[in-house]
């Protein structure tokens, strides 16, 4: 039984890997830290702890410090204009403040932890490539390409103990509605997933899911994911 952080609950996505993790029957507890309160739905869970935060740039040691045995975190966070604060610093604060706190004391490098994050399939890792071809809409992950390279290599650093997966899905649809389904058949297997197959692969690989690299792109979610939802009733 293990303790699952989680960012973006209150969101679409992030509501969907709250779910799962709450029906997980290897999570004994949730740690959702978000702006405000969540819906009844979830508070009325005994597993789930909920800590409000105003700023997302602060972790202290009294905040985290209970947490220290979590197992993971789920970054579900995100915006759709390219914050700076949202993509960048924000989730680097949390990584330095975590690590921070673990390696304290030799005890916590020996416990593995594992950071999930949520990005997205149009980023690029070099921003000197011209990108005349939906320029704006892709100018917009300079800051997630900023940190997908600035937390591989704090992974880098902090390994064995600290593991970071990357995924990067396409189009996220809704699971159910004629509409979702012609958006899928239009964009095809490799832009796009539905909420509850992208969230139930982000809760395996907070499990311990294995996966061959740090970056999992939207096909490999989309195979997984469906064979989860397929197999589990939590998913």
Known sequence: MVKV????????IGGAVLEQCLAHPDI?????????KLPDKFTS????????????????????????????????MGDYVGSENVT????????????????????GEKLPFIHVHLSG???????????????????LKVWKTVYNYEERK????????????????????RDKGWT??????VMGRSWSVRARELSAYMVYLAL?????????????IVEKGRELVGLYAWA
């Open 5 to 12: 952080l989680l960012t973006g609950a209150t969101g679409s």
């Open 28 to 36: 004994s507890t949730v740690v959702a830290f978000a702006r405000r």
């Open 45 to 76: 869970d005994p597993k789930l702890h909920v800590e409000i935060m105003k700023d997302f740039s602060i972790w202290s040691e009294e905040l985290l410090g209970p947490h220290r045995d979590a197992a993971a975190m789920i970054w579900a």
């Open 88 to 107: 960048l610093q924000y989730p680097l604060a949390f990584q330095n403040a975590f690590i921070n706190i673990r390696t304290q004391s030799s005890s």
């Open 121 to 139: 399939k149009l980023s690029v890792q070099d921003q000197s490539q011209s990108l005349y071809f939906m320029q704006n809409s892709r100018k």
């Open 154 to 173: 704090l992974a880098e650093r902090y390994r064995p103990w600290f593991h970071l997966y990357v995924v990067r899905p396409g189009g996220v649809l």
């Open 180 to 185: 979702a389904s012609l958006q899928e058949l």
């Open 208 to 220: 311990g899911g294995e996966e061959s690299g740090a970056v999992i792109m939207n096909e490999r």
